[in-house]
């Protein structure tokens, strides 16, 4: 039986017969895999602090015939202030869905790795979390190669126009002229456009300092969500967990 080990980060996971659990785990070394915790839920298992969702973990695993079995776990961090905040963990359930349904599993990629493990890492730190998310959700965009075309209509190339539209289909905006092409594109306006821009380019830690008005926020999750749902063809179930929560 083949050894390997592999630093990760505990993004979903279901039960499986009596006691066990299989693991969706974003690693380092190996992407997206999906694992088995035996005997994980039974009290004192040694497995437990390692696996829970967002544990940020050392693994050591060995490759089954279906699917691979965590042998140790070893917390780096727990990230256990997300679990005990419900509006923590539904930011977090939310990334974390966003990851799973923009990656095929085994593709590894170091630089959506780190920068996830630094998003979990602010959800657990910062309190205002809309910012955050758009900023996430922009920078995803980029990093699996979907940024839309936000410097002129990708249609008829006009770069002016009372306001924009983002569309999917066309992977960018469309002018007041040209939007009916795709009926399911979002409005934005030019001042949702220049801060989508700015989350795009600007470090994560000077992100958590801009101040947008909730207004421009709303548009632009409305034209991302839409966006990233169209793009990856999912529901993106969590989402809705996510505005119930907020909507608290």
Do not use: W
């Amino acid at each position: 039986m083949a050894l390997y080990k592999t630093e990760g980060v505990v993004l979903n996971h279901r039960e499986l017969g009596e006691s066990d659990k299989i693991l969706t785990l974003y690693t380092l070394e190996k992407g997206k895999i999906h694992v088995v915790a035996k005997g994980v839920r039974r009290p004192r298992n040694s497995l437990i602090a390692g696996t829970l969702i967002f544990s940020h973990s050392n693994f050591l695993v060995a490759e089954g015939r279906n699917l691979d079995i965590i042998i140790q776990s070893e917390v780096i961090n727990s990230h256990s202030k997300i679990r005990a905040d419900l509006k923590k963990m539904a930011y977090g359930a939310y990334f974390s869905e966003l990851l799973r349904i923009s990656t095929p599993e085994r593709n590894k990629n170091e630089k959506l790795y780190h920068f996830f493990l630094k998003t979990i890492n602010f959800v657990e730190r910062f309190d205002e979390l809309d910012v955050l998310a758009r900023c996430f959700e922009v920078k995803l965009l980029s990093i699996q190669g979907y940024t839309p075309n936000l410097s002129q209509c990708v249609v008829c190339g006009k770069d002016k126009s009372a306001s924009f539209y983002l569309s999917s289909l066309f992977g960018g905006l469309l002018c007041e002229s040209c939007f009916e092409k795709d009926k399911n594109s979002k409005i934005l306006s030019r001042q949702s456009i220049s801060i989508i821009l700015t989350l795009l380019y600007s470090p994560m830690e000077k992100v958590q300092l801009l101040k947008i008005d909730g207004k421009i926020l709303k548009e632009m999750e409305n034209a991302l969500i839409n966006f990233i749902s169209t793009i990856f063809d999912k529901d993106i179930k969590t989402y809705k967990f996510l505005d119930a929560v907020r909507n608290l």
